[in-house]
């Protein structure tokens, strides 16, 4: 059964930083796109970045663009999330999750497995 298990999260300060790391196994990582997604209360979980099986390729939500910036690393099966210049906006439960075999990352592509979740909280 694939795992994914979110860690990295916590309190920060409005204009602060996190990195938020998403540690993959039982299955072949590198061969599979990964993304990131957020729920906050009261709101349907949403789509912030993903990463193409390559690398190569990154998609990004517009609410995140220039601040959030995510990498993978093959060799440790992980993916992260760097986290800049956060708000209070950015408050939610992050998710990582496993993309399409061979995918590039898309953010309507299909995404399969998820992890459980760690919280990021953005004090003003």
């Known amino acids: 059964q694939v795992q994914l298990v979110e860690s990295g999260g916590g309190l920060v300060q409005a204009g602060g930083s996190l990195r938020l790391s998403c540690a993959a196994s039982?299955?072949?990582?590198?061969?599979?796109?990964m993304g990131w997604f957020r729920q906050a209360p009261g709101k349907e979980r949403e789509f912030v970045a993903a990463?193409?099986?390559?690398?190569?390729?990154?998609y990004y939500a517009d609410s995140v663009k220039g601040r959030f910036t995510i990498n993978r690393d093959s060799a440790r099966n992980t993916v992260y999330l760097q986290m800049n210049s956060l708000k209070p906006e950015d408050t939610a439960v992050y998710y990582c999750?496993?993309?399409?075999?061979?995918?590039?990352?898309?953010?309507?592509?299909?995404?399969?497995?998820w992890g459980q979740g760690t919280q990021v909280t953005v004090s003003s």
């Open positions: 990463i193409s099986w390559t690398g190569r390729n990154t």
């Open positions: 039982r299955y072949t990582f590198s061969y599979y796109a």
């Open positions: 999750s496993r993309g399409a075999n061979y995918g590039l990352g898309s953010p309507t592509e299909k995404y399969d497995y």
